[in-house]
C-alpha cells in the first residue's frame, strides 16, 4: 500500500473523528444549558429529577475532559467493520490521529 493510499482513509478518519467530538459536545452543552435553566424548579418542586440531573451533570462534566477519546472510541466502532478502514484502525491510536493534517 502506498502512502497516497493510506493518506485518504486517514483523512476520512480524522474528519469522521472530528464530526463526532462536534456532534457530541453539541449535544452535551445543549442538555447542560436546559438543565442549568430548569434545576432550580425542579430542586423546588422536591422533584427526583433533580438526582438525576445532578448526577448526569457530574457524568457529562467528565465526559466533556474524556471527549475526543471517546469520539475515537464511536468512530473506530463505526467505521472498524469497513473494510478499507478495518486495517488502519487496528494499528491507529488517538495520538496518531491527531498528527494527520486535513488540507490537502
Known amino acids: ?5 493510506e493518506l485518504t482513509p486517514l483523512q ?3 474528519k469522521s473523528q472530528e464530526n ?3 456532534a457530541l459536545g453539541v449535544g452535551i452543552g445543549f442538555v447542560l444549558m436546559v438543565y442549568f435553566f430548569s434545576f432550580a424548579a425542579m430542586v423546588d418542586a422536591g422533584s427526583a429529577v433533580a438526582w438525576f440531573q445532578a448526577i448526569t451533570t457530574a ?3 467528565v465526559m ?3 471527549l475526543k477519546r471517546i469520539a475515537f472510541f464511536l468512530t473506530r466502532l463505526r467505521l472498524a467493520r469497513r473494510s478499507p478502514y478495518r486495517e488502519i484502525l487496528d494499528g491507529l491510536t488517538l495520538a496518531k490521529l491527531d498528527e494527520v493534517r486535513l488540507d490537502s
Open 64 to 66: 466533556l475532559v474524556f
Open 59 to 61: 457524568l457529562m462534566a
Open 1 to 5: 500500500m502506498t502512502e497516497q493510499d
Open 12 to 14: 476520512r478518519i480524522k
Open 20 to 22: 463526532t467530538v462536534v
